[in-house]
């Protein structure tokens, strides 16, 4: 595969749990931190959305996509806030428990955290929003770089006319969730995934998001870096990754270590243990398999690699690592909320990719 889909496949597993938001009035809810990765689309209206960084809310409209890689605790509500008020919002959780009121109290209806649909009082003719939320489950084992770099928030716009296939894929769920048709329980967890993708490669294409994106985008180091994650069995060496890259060995290390942060061989050596991590944490082949899927020669010779660099040998570590922890389930359900916030405070609303890093 290539860096992007290695590095995300190396901690994403299962389904990502999801629902449908419908929400009006002077609405607004907290979500707490969590292990795994969160994401909202925006199918129609628009809403804010502040993290626990402190940072100043960002306006979300129809079409926009947010992905908060890890964890960070955040709210969504109707209007601006700062931080402190955002604080003082109900859990959504706590919302979603309560049934729907006629009076336009907030409640939920048909919670199904594998995609759910329920309807909610609010008040009538009332300006709101319509969104997807959920949460991707991600694995607690070694990350790629490129995820750990990924910031807080990002937050990427569509309507501008930049990322069409992502607009693309915003469409295509507005579509699937919009009437019931057949296959859609395959389809939108599918569309979902490749929204994970489709946000990762916007920020990747960032020209000053730096780190891993300029590597990426430096033809030498690409170069290299698809040698390694297409073949990594493959007995490489100084020689012919430089060849790969047409480069000498000395202009590839530079550039690569500059880059990257590790020179080429001890990448391909750290990226080798992490797959064979991974094969080790998933699956059930004996050691000689995965030594070979990951080119060692031998059960031995990758056993004493893998102690180097984890601490621990491989029949351990599969044998203590605990299955992949996942996002909380609890993730909102096709509702409408009607809950009281604060006096609105001053927002940011960026044109393009929005980080915000803590």
Not at 95 to 105: D, I, M, S, V
Not at 156 to 169: I, K, N
Not at 183 to 191: I, N
């Amino acid at each position: 595969m290539d860096v992007v889909s290695d590095a995300i496949a190396a901690v994403r597993v299962g389904r990502p749990s999801f629902d449908r938001v419908r929400a009006r009035g002077r609405w607004g809810a907290w979500i707490p931190g969590y292990a795994g990765a969160g994401f909202h689309v925006v199918l129609a209206g628009s809403c804010w959305l502040v993290t626990e960084s402190g940072r100043r809310a960002v306006r979300l409209e129809a079409g926009d996509a947010v992905l908060l890689p890890h964890g960070t605790g955040h709210a969504l509500s109707a209007e601006e806030l700062t931080y402190p008020q955002a604080r003082q919002l109900p859990q959504l959780n706590t919302l979603l428990e309560r049934p729907p009121q006629a009076n336009g109290t907030a409640g939920a209806n048909g919670t199904d955290t594998t995609g759910g649909t329920g309807t909610t009082g609010g008040a009538e003719g009332a300006e709101g929003a319509e969104l997807l939320c959920g949460k991707y489950r991600l694995e607690r084992g070694p990350a790629h770089p490129l995820m750990r770099e990924l910031p807080t928030l990002l937050h990427v716009p569509t309507h501008d006319g930049e990322h069409p296939e992502l607009r693309s894929a915003v469409e295509l769920l507005g579509a699937e969730l919009g009437t019931a048709r057949p296959g859609a329980q395959l389809a939108v967890p599918a569309l979902i995934d490749l929204l994970l993708v489709y946000l990762v490669r916007a920020w990747t294409t960032r020209p000053e998001a730096g780190g891993w994106a300029a590597a990426l985008a430096d033809p030498v180091v690409a170069a290299a870096l698809a040698a390694v994650h297409t073949n990594p069995a493959h007995p490489w060496n100084a020689e012919t990754l430089a060849a790969r890259a047409g480069v000498s060995r000395a202009t590839l290390n530079r550039r690569f270590t500059a880059l990257t942060g590790r020179p080429p061989i001890s990448y391909l050596t750290w990226w080798r243990m992490t797959r064979a991590a991974v094969l080790l944490r998933r699956g059930t082949d004996p050691l000689e398999t995965v030594a070979r899927q990951v080119g060692y020669s031998s059960g031995y010779a990758l056993s004493h690699a893998f102690t180097r660099q984890f601490g621990t040998t491989p029949g351990r570590y599969r044998t203590a690592t605990a299955p992949g922890e996942t996002a909380g389930a609890n993730t909102p359900a096709d509702t409408t909320t009607n809950t009281p916030t604060h006096a609105p405070a001053n927002a940011a609303r960026p044109g393009h990719v929005h980080e915000d890093n803590e």
